[in-house]
């Protein structure tokens, strides 16, 4: 499995970006980065998903570096609804077995505040 | 359209029981998942299907077992509940094992 570290739980305003930092030193050739919300009483969603350099959708950026080693989830000018659990996941399946498996950390807890 | 549903929403289970929870999804995925989630934790697969017909033990299948004899449908079982399987159960399918996953609203379940 790889092995994901990120903050437990990260403070906002309104108005700012955000930008949640996932270590993952032990990323194999073939695992791709995936982040997930999870807002209170619900399942996760999809929110992004890379391999290398940087992708961006209506939501969110995912910033990943050459060494893949890491990468930064930004949120852009967030909200209050933006408050919730982000999970950073690296492999290639979500089932067990020889595959790569994406596993749920404990995730990073984003408050934002008025 | 619905996407993945569960049921029950909630449950209070007595010790010793039996439980079936269910999650029906109409994406027509390949794959899906039982995950638990506890307080303070995240997600973890208890187990898995990639296609109809198959299904594979996660990281925490002791206890549970499981079913997919077509591919809208995804039981879950307790055969006999203990209070330490407490917690709040995730389905989840999608299109294949590596695609994005869609999750259910989830079952909290309390076993007493």
């Known amino acids: 499995l790889a092995k994901t570290t990120q903050p437990i739980s990260m403070d906002s305003y309104e108005g700012q970006e955000v930008n949640i930092t996932c270590s993952h030193n032990n990323i194999a050739t073939n695992d791709y980065i995936t982040w997930y919300q999870q807002f209170p009483s619900q399942g996760p969603r999809f929110i992004i998903q890379g391999y290398k350099t940087k992708v961006t959708n209506e939501v969110a950026s995912l910033f990943i570096p050459a060494d893949r080693k890491s990468s930064t989830l930004s949120l852009p000018r967030v909200s209050l609804s933006d408050t919730a659990v982000y999970y950073c996941?690296?492999?290639?399946?979500?089932?067990?077995?020889?595959?790569?498996?994406?596993?749920f950390g404990s995730g990073t807890q984003l408050t934002v505040l008025p | 359209i619905a996407g993945i549903t569960q049921a029950p929403t909630s449950q209070i289970l007595a010790a010793g029981r039996r439980m079936t929870l269910r999650c029906t999804q109409d994406?027509?995925?390949?794959?899906m998942y039982w995950y638990r989630q506890d307080l303070g934790l995240g997600l973890r697969l208890i187990h898995y299907s990639n296609t109809a017909g198959t299904t594979g033990k996660g990281e925490v299948p002791d206890g549970y077992s499981v079913s997919r004899a077509n591919t809208d449908d995804f039981p879950l079982t307790l055969a006999s509940a203990v209070p330490s399987q407490t917690s709040v159960y995730f389905c989840?399918?999608?299109?294949?094992?590596?695609?994005?996953?869609?999750f259910g609203q989830g079952t909290r379940l309390t076993v007493v």
């Open positions: 994406m027509r995925h390949n794959a």
């Open positions: 989840a399918s999608s299109v294949n094992r590596d695609t994005e996953a869609f």
């Open positions: 996941l690296v492999g290639n399946s979500f089932s067990s077995g020889s595959a790569r498996q994406l596993t």
